[in-house]
């Protein structure tokens, strides 16, 4: 099976779970818009009614608002009851890397006021430390973002400034994003502290903590994991 149908069974699984009435946090990414493109089937189908989307991205906005999903904000409805997003590495304790595409600020924004944070996953982002598999995505501010990457490659990233056809690739916020390859993450939690506490570091790719689920498609079916 290839790796698309993967992530659609994933998603699609995760949105089964949606229920009427509820807040919904739409996340972005190439397996998460298979969510928000069942949810909008539900929705036509009339099996959900009276959701609300908080989208995670400019485009996920945008693809919601094409799909017919009514969306709102977090200062109208600040508790999300539920939130499905991909990720780019997911470790035994369903501690995440996110940011591969770059919405890594507002998907944590979103994340952090979801009373459940559902990943959406095919198996290959599993290992068993963060690191292994994929870079940590880090936002900085464009001021000086160079002393940042001096930063990271202290810390023990070799660095990369993320492009985009040419030039630097810019976020919904209109931040830079520095690609750090750490190799296996002995302490995640210790780095994530770390990156947190330095001046124009915006935010970083590490999720510690924040998921409760986990739906991992992989050619023996679909796994839910769950957060001890």
Known sequence: MDVKSLKKQAAETAAEWVESGMVVGLGSGSTAIFATRRLAQRLGQGELQDIL?????????????????????LAARPRVDMTIDGADE????????????????????????????????????????????????????????????????????????????????RTDQGNLILDCRFGPIADAAELAATLKSRAGIVEHGLFIGMASDVVVAGVDGVRHLRKP
Do not use: C
Not at 64 to 72: D, W
Not at 126 to 140: D, H, K, N
């Open 53 to 73: 989307g908080v989208p995670t991205s400019l485009a996920t906005e945008a693809a919601a608002n094409a799909l017919g999903i009514p969306l709102t904000t």
């Open 90 to 169: 997911v470790d035994p304790d369903l501690n995440v890397i996110k940011g591969g595409g770059g919405a890594l600020l507002r998907e944590k924004i979103v994340a952090q006021v979801s009373a459940r944070l559902v990943i959406v996953v095919d198996e290959s982002k599993l290992s068993q430390r963060l690191g292994t598999r994929f870079y940590v995505p880090v936002e900085t501010a464009p001021f000086s973002w160079e002393s940042q990457a001096g930063f990271l490659e202290h810390q023990g990233a070799e660095v990369a400034l993320r492009m985009d056809e040419g030039r630097p690739y």
